[in-house]
């Protein structure tokens, strides 16, 4: 399921970051690669704040929804 | 010779902090990604013959932001000597990231842990030897806040600029590194340099960049995809991603060698976003924040100390010590009528709100300093995008907050053109610090016991963004999504009060500096063309250039409910910059001779307007274009004459239509009868609305033609 309807607090596994393109490749050097855990810390209307590799990125809903996890 | 230092590293991991240390300027450091959006030079202290650059910061060298293209292309053409890659230890394994990248550039490269501080009072260790093994690389550990360090650093990175280039470690598994060889074999001679191994990865990753740039031939092309596709097959993934999995593989190898972590679970960090940033509390946190720091300073503190420098210092220490000087040495009388009612009434009228703008700075910069400013871009993200703005276009705004010109320039972060303009077109909208004194003055003169004024000329402010958001994203020149947000959080720390006095010093001298040179230029010549009538004699203000000047314009500004020349005029005197507002009103009401009594200062300009006239004329001068400066940056952001005046167009337009709505539908409201104005007011309201719910253009041709129809 996307990464948006995970809850607050939950730590889980990222199994597959979608689409092909530089956005992707952005999201991966701020360590959103599969196989990393993700834990949301908070969340807007879709928007949400999420700590990864101990680093907190605030990512909005259509960034977020291409996380599968 | 001279040496190239650069600096890289991730964003807000301290490159900027370190550059003030080294070479002892004091470059702005603010705690947010993102603050260094050009290279900055810098000469080393006590080494002359080094020169530091302050790079901005980047997560990777494949570009995404303008950023990222700046810091990859100077690295690439520039050469430096060596580069000191500046890593945030308390976040490694992601700030290894770009290491790894960097390495592979076949330049020298030192290692500087940075924050060790942090990362030793949380009980942490890091095994900064096995780390310097695993790269190849000097490391050094060092504290740019507390100066930790930073001669080590020195005398390591300049060590390594001597060295010549040498093999750089394998990192990926032997599959790609056998790839990898077999590409180098492909490249022609010319590109045989320091830089074989990085050039080999881009290509393998299909870097589009560099595919352009090694410009190869067909046959070499097509020898490079059959070796890439080949490897594609074989580990059953897209190339990209292999590299940036073996990356993240090979870190997380090194980092379990060398760094032990005490704790793990919710960090105090977290703990405060999920109050501050919880999706119910937000936005009233905000607001509450907002009106807070508006209203103290703007409202108490600030106006104690405002008043007292205004009334008391240059009210009765400054302008009868002068005078009683100027007049005991035998003074000409037009001279003593220059320093008397031009520059002490008008440069001391601005000055005077000094105390309110420091208090106000002072505020600003501990929020900035503390993190909580990022977090306002995630929370307006969401507002912001419903009105076709992302989170990032709130950046610029807040540090317009301070000053247009950076506010503007700060725009460059944002990666999606049209994003960008709209956000140079609508930064300006928000009060900056010059604005200030304009609302301190309205607030005090005409509206005493108030506490809403001053916050409501910063809502005022964030409404007259987000409604031209929404008219222009409706546009055909701006239609389509706002590019997507991603941004990270600084985590929040309790400010220094070194760093936060700082910050507020340097927002203050510059305005105390703009006070001494282009206000008081303009202050003379207010002073000139109020004193002088047209046969060039001294005569009454009434009688003056300026007023027959103002009276022109006057008409103008009627339907807005400040017909009086001495609004127009300061109104014009306002686009040189935003405090000749209030000086100009200085010199013109004379404050320097009534200022021994306060009340008295405000009754003049109470008798010339009203309350209503006088926010619509605070509303006018808050929104219209913006001054000189930010003028000038504009243009250099928007890249044309014709989007600047555009720009400009569109900001006085607007301006005019939300004071004149104001004050017509205000004197309704206030009994003021029905009148002409009244109905331009409602027909405005409407044509508003309208552009505010019209359905958005389309951007394919048959819409284009089908919208010019419906708005025709």
Redesign the interface.
């Known amino acids: 399921m996307p990464l948006t309807m995970a809850k ?1 607090g939950e730590r889980n596994r990222i199994k597959k970051v979608t689409g ?1 393109d ?2 992707r ?7 959103f ?2 196989g ?1 855990s993700v ?1 949301v ?7 949400m ?1 999420l ?10 809903k ?2 977020a929804n291409r996380i599968m996890i | 010779m001279s040496i190239k230092l650069a600096l890289a590293g991730n964003p807000n991991c301290g490159k900027t902090t370190l550059f003030n240390e080294l070479t002892g300027s004091s470059q702005y450091v603010g705690n947010w990604p993102g603050v260094t959006v050009e290279k900055k030079e810098g000469k080393l202290k006590g080494h002359k013959d080094v020169i530091v650059t302050d790079l901005p910061g980047i ?2 060298l ?1 570009p ?1 932001t303008l950023e990222e293209v700046v810091t990859r292309n100077y690295l690439i053409h520039e050469n430096p000597d060596v580069i000191v890659n500046l890593v945030d230890a ?5 700030n290894l ?2 290491t790894t990248q960097l390495v592979e550039m076949g330049l020298p490269v030192v290692l500087a842990l940075n924050m060790m501080d942090i990362v030793r009072k949380n009980g942490d260790t890091i095994d900064s030897k096995k780390i310097g093994e695993a790269f190849g690389c000097p490391v050094v550990e060092i504290s740019a806040l507390k100066a930790e360090g930073t001669q080590e650093l020195i005398s390591a990175a300049l060590s390594a600029a001597q060295l010549k280039p040498h093999a750089i470690a394998a990192t990926f598994s032997d599959k790609v590194e056998a790839a990898l060889q077999q590409i180098t074999q492909q490249l022609p001679g010319a590109l045989r340099n320091r830089h074989q191994r990085w050039m080999a990865i881009k290509l393998f990753e299909r870097d589009e960049k560099m595919l352009a740039e090694a410009d190869l031939s067909d046959a070499t092309r097509a020898n490079l995809e059959a070796i890439i596709t080949k490897c594609e097959t074989e580990l059953d993934d ?1 190339t ?2 292999i590299i ?2 073996e990356r ?1 593989e090979y870190i997380a190898k090194v980092i379990h060698k060398s760094y032990k972590k005490k704790v793990a679970g919710l960090t105090p ?2 703990k405060i ?2 109050i501050v ?3 119910i509390l ?1 936005l009233p946190i905000f607001a509450l924040i907002m009106w807070f720091v508006y209203y103290v300073s703007i409202s108490t503190v600030g106006t104690g100390m405002t008043n007292w420098v205004n009334d008391v210092l240059f009210g009765e220490i400054v302008p009868p010590a002068v005078e009683g000087f100027l007049v005991s040495v035998g003074t000409a009388d037009w001279l003593i009528s220059l320093i008397m009612d031009g520059i002490i009434a008008g440069v001391g009228a601005v000055l005077g709100f000094l105390p309110q703008m420091l208090t106000m700075f002072l505020f600003l910069a501990i929020l900035e300093d503390c993190g909580y400013m990022a977090r306002i ?3 307006m ?2 507002i912001f ?1 419903r009105f076709g703005l ?2 990032k276009s709130f950046i610029p705004i807040l540090i317009g907050t301070g000053c247009g010109v950076p506010g503007i320039m700060a725009s460059r972060t944002i990666e999606n053109d049209h994003d960008r303009k709209l956000t140079v077109i609508t930064t300006t909208f928000i009060p900056c610090s010059a604005k200030l004194p304009i609302i301190a003055l309205i607030a005090g003169a005409m509206f005493p016991d108030s506490t809403w004024v001053g916050p409501s000329a910063y809502f005022l402010g964030i409404g007259a963004i987000i409604v031209s958001g929404i008219i222009l994203k409706k546009t055909r020149v701006f239609a389509g999504d706002p590019a ?8 929040y720390h309790v400010p220094g009060a070194k760093g936060v006095l700082i910050h507020m010093w340097d927002r203050g001298k510059a305005f105390i500096k703009k006070a001494g040179t282009i206000i008081l230029l303009a202050t003379v010549l207010v002073w000139f063309l109020s004193s002088f009538g047209w046969n060039m004699q001294m005569v009454d203000v009434e009688d003056s250039m300026l007023a027959t000047l103002g009276n022109f314009i006057a008409p103008l500004f009627a339907p807005l409910g400040f017909d009086n020349w001495k609004f127009a005029v300061a109104t014009i005197t306002g686009l040189i910059a935003k405090e000749n507002v209030v000086g100009t009103f200085g010199i013109l009401f004379g404050f320097a001779e009534v200022a021994e009594d306060g009340a008295e200062v405000w009754s003049s300009l109470q008798a010339a307007v009203s309350p209503l006239g006088a926010y619509a004329f605070l509303t006018f001068n808050l929104l219209c274009a913006p001054c000189f400066a930010a003028i000038g940056a504009a243009r250099a952001e928007l890249g044309s004459a014709k989007w600047t005046w555009f720009s400009v167009g569109y900001q006085t337009l607007f301006a005019y239509i939300i004071a004149l709505i104001i004050y017509q539908t205000g004197s309704l409201i206030n009994g003021g009868g029905f009148g002409f104005w009244t109905a331009v007011a409602f027909v405005l309201v409407a044509a508003l609305i309208y552009f505010l719910v019209r359905k958005p253009a389309d951007i394919n041709s048959a819409g284009k033609r089908l919208n010019r129809k419906v708005s025709a």
């Not at chain 1, 810390?41 to 928007?47: C, D, K, Q, Y």
């Open positions: 607050a092909k530089e956005v490749r952005f999201l991966a050097s701020l360590g690669v599969e990393e834990t810390v908070s969340e807007i209307a879709g928007n704040i700590n990864i590799k101990d680093t907190r990125v605030a990512l909005d259509s960034m | 997560y990777s494949s995404y308390s976040n490694l394994e992601r990231y770009l897209d990209e991603s940036t999995n993240y960090s977290d976003d999920r940033t919880n999706r937000a871009a995630f929370i993200d969401r995008r992302s989170g997507p947000f991603v941004m990270e959080l600084p985590a």
